[in-house]
């Protein structure tokens, strides 16, 4: 089944304590993305990748560090977690980056900083 | 992506038709409008693209009058499942490929 998967789905943790979520798609994508999602401000895009080893910035980078070693992976790192950036999470990939490959996101991480 | 501006909530009843607008002034000559939906708890998922006229889908029909500069989403019949909130996203196909989702429209639909 084409999927983007993310784990952990949940997850509880304490300012400044390293965390990684990760994001995996089966679909041989090029494109993936990392949104937030808070209430009132909508999907903001975090950051994306265009390929392997290619990655920028979206709108809300501050905080947060991406990588892009193999093209089905692309986990989101938050060295430093600080309560505002408890919030609900989603990657996304597609085939290109084009406007014209729709986005097939992922469930969802909702992370809750302490 | 150019600025899009679209309702923040609407309210509808079941079997009823509902048009959502989304206004984008700046809309630039290779831009494609675009609209996904997003169920409570779920990541967003695309429903429909157009670029001019009319596009119809088994799900939605999405009308772009002649100047471009907004686009109607309407969802025929509306069931109690409909109630989403709707993204209308502009951008070219090459260039940035950033997106810019905005807050959306919150549908809720009343039995």
């Known amino acids: 089944e084409a999927q983007v998967t993310q784990n952990p789905r949940y997850l509880i943790t304490v300012t400044g304590k390293k965390l990684t979520v990760t994001c995996s798609q089966n679909?041989?994508?090029?494109?993936m993305s990392w949104y937030r999602q808070d209430p009132g401000l909508g999907l903001r895009q975090i950051y994306y990748?265009?390929?392997?080893?290619?990655?920028d910035k979206g709108d809300v980078p501050e905080g947060y560090k991406v990588s892009r070693k193999e093209k089905r992976n692309f986990p989101l790192i938050l060295e430093s977690p600080s309560p505002n950036q408890t919030s609900l999470y989603f990657c996304?990939?597609?085939?290109?980056?084009?406007?014209?490959?729709?986005?097939?996101f992922g469930p969802g991480t909702r992370l809750t900083v302490t | 992506l150019a600025k899009t501006t679209q309702p923040i909530s609407m309210d509808s009843y079941e079997g009823q038709e509902v048009n959502i607008t989304c206004s984008h002034n700046?809309?630039?000559?290779?831009?494609?409008i675009t609209w996904y939906q997003q169920f409570p708890s779920q990541g967003p998922r695309f429903i429909i693209q157009?670029?001019?006229t009319k596009v119809t889908n088994e799900v939605a029909s999405l009308f772009i009058p002649a100047d471009r500069k907004s686009s109607t989403l309407s969802l025929p019949r509306v069931s109690l499942s409909d109630t989403a909130v709707y993204y209308c996203?502009?951008?070219?196909?090459?260039?940035?490929?950033?997106?810019?989702f905005g807050t959306g429209t919150r549908l809720k639909v009343l039995a």
């Open positions: 157009g670029y001019k």
């Open positions: 996304a990939s597609s085939l290109s980056g084009d406007v014209l490959y729709e986005q097939y």
């Open positions: 996203l502009v951008g070219g196909t090459s260039g940035t490929y950033k997106y810019i």
């Open positions: 990748s265009m390929n392997v080893e290619v990655t």
């Open positions: 700046n809309i630039a000559t290779n831009d494609y």
């Open positions: 679909m041989n994508h090029e494109y």
